[in-house]
């Protein structure tokens, strides 16, 4: 596609619910990453993939995130047992590579509310 | 944890002022990039600064950096309201995989 596509758009879970969110990123990005934004807050890290690869995980605020990319394409982040602490804007984003003067290109978020 | 500050934290300016935000950073950086966000919307880029440039226009963008000081500035000249949005200097701190650090942000409102 044109753009990095992140669904679902919005999701309310209830708390203790698992929730996955998917991205889709730009064709031949080998480059992907996870960020968190809180309300009124710049977006957080949470993790990196090149390809298949997860090569930095150490933004995961806790062992209930996790985040695959088995065919170095499409993405998904899993939180499991959510927690209220856990509502924010989840964004994805990709890049051509790992060199670090790439254009970084993101998603429109997912927005997640855990009630 | 955020990379460094940006000031002001909010800005309100008329349509057809400039306006000028700042950012600093902690670490030695790779490069410095300027993100936009409109309300409820995903971050679009904007401009991108190495480590070894000083300054670079975009259109109405100019952007500075001083690495001896750890700062940048954003200045977005003759706004329009259309500018009103949250904007968030991002680095990517040097020998990392591209992995991107925000500020805070600044929300900028321009009134018609």
């Known amino acids: 596609g044109a753009g990095v596509s992140q669904s679902p758009r919005y999701k309310v879970a209830k708390r203790g619910q698992d929730v996955a969110l998917r991205c889709d990123p730009i064709?031949?990005?080998?480059?992907l990453f996870w960020y968190q934004q809180a309300l009124g807050q710049g977006p957080e890290f949470l993790t990196y993939?090149?390809?298949?690869?997860?090569?930095?995980k150490s933004g995961l605020p806790s062992d209930r995130f996790f985040a695959e990319r088995p065919e170095g394409s499409v993405s998904t982040l899993k939180i499991q047992r959510t927690q209220q602490e856990d509502s924010a804007v989840y964004l994805c984003a990709s890049s051509l590579g790992w060199n670090s003067g790439n254009t970084i290109y993101f998603g429109e978020g997912s927005w997640l509310t855990v009630v | 944890s955020q990379q460094g500050e940006e000031d002001p934290q909010a800005l309100s300016i008329q349509e057809g002022e400039n306006a000028t935000m700042n950012c600093s950073y902690k670490?030695?950086?790779?490069?410095l990039q300027w993100y936009r966000q409109n309300s409820g919307r995903g971050l679009v880029h904007l401009i991108l600064i190495r480590s070894n440039e000083r300054e670079k226009h975009s259109g109405r963008l100019r952007v500075t950096l001083d690495t001896s000081k750890k700062s940048s500035s954003l200045l977005i000249t003759a706004s329009r309201a259309a500018d009103t949005a949250s904007y968030f200097c991002a680095t990517v701190v040097s020998g990392n995989t591209g992995k991107l650090i925000f500020g805070q942000g600044t929300t900028l409102q321009v009134k018609p």
């Open positions: 670490t030695s950086i790779n490069n």
């Open positions: 064709s031949g990005h080998v480059s």
């Open positions: 993939f090149q390809n298949e690869a997860q090569l930095d």
